[in-house]
């Protein structure tokens, strides 16, 4: 069974700019959440779809948005990138309410 | 709010001899809590889960332990290998149908 895969793998943009990760969960999730893990820190939560809506917001600007489509893939938007936005990206997908399970990242760099 | 920490945010054991890893929590309502394992460069990795109907639960080399008296909960790891370093986040989902909450995560050597 294939696991949670994001893209792209790696990524470096300049300040000011926009970026889009994706996200699809393993086959038969239908929740997928994001994580922000800046280097040498915990992850905190950004976002939790399930079933195409979002269910959960974590304590991040408005310039962090996303959204779910009917496959169940998501997408992760951050506008007007600052330097403090570098981290690794993380989604995870779980059937709803159950034990999450991590794609490998994305790492973001901002310049 | 709600938080998850760590007592100690690394640990360093001997080859061989089992790892104690501590997490605390506030969140008196949290009803199931995972432990995950994140080596370098790779996402976490699910290790084992406990609902809070449970005290113990045990899996192959690992055992969690939840004392909701004290909202702590431990990861043990029996005859700890070079491959079990990584970085170990523990994580509570604070009610049903919220998110779940990590810790800052602790560090775990294994010295040859």
């Known amino acids: 069974e294939a696991g949670v895969t994001q893209s792209p793998t790696h990524l470096i943009k300049t300040r000011g700019q926009q970026v889009t990760l994706r996200c699809s969960p393993i086959?038969?999730?239908?929740?997928v959440y994001w994580y922000q893990q800046a280097l040498g820190l915990g992850l905190q939560f950004l976002l939790w779809?399930?079933?195409?809506?979002?269910?959960n917001r974590g304590n991040f600007p408005p310039r962090f948005s996303g959204r779910q489509f009917p496959n169940y893939s998501s997408e992760l938007n951050v506008n007007a990138l600052e330097l403090e936005d570098s981290a690794l990206y993380l989604c995870?997908?779980?059937?709803?309410?159950?034990?999450?399970?991590f794609g490998p990242g994305t790492r973001l760099t901002v310049t | 709010g709600e938080s998850v920490g760590l007592h100690l945010p690394t640990l360093s054991v001997q080859e061989g001899d089992n790892s104690i890893i501590n997490c605390a929590y506030s969140?008196?309502?949290?009803?199931?809590f995972i432990w995950y394992k994140q080596e370098s460069g790779k996402g976490p990795q699910f290790i084992i889960d406990?609902?809070?109907?449970?005290d113990k639960r045990q899996g192959q080399r690992v055992t969690v332990l939840l004392n909701k008296t004290v909202k702590h909960l431990s990861l043990q790891i029996a005859a700890t290998q070079p491959g079990d370093s990584a970085v170990y986040f523990c994580?509570?989902?604070?009610?049903?149908?919220?998110?779940?909450?990590f810790g800052p995560g602790t560090r775990l050597s294994v010295l040859p």
């Open positions: 994580a509570e989902r604070g009610n049903y149908g919220q998110n779940f909450v």
């Open positions: 086959s038969g999730h239908t929740s």
């Open positions: 969140n008196s309502a949290s009803d199931y």
């Open positions: 406990i609902r809070s109907n449970m």
């Open positions: 779809y399930d079933e195409g809506e979002e269910r």
């Open positions: 995870a997908s779980s059937l709803v309410l159950y034990e999450q399970y």
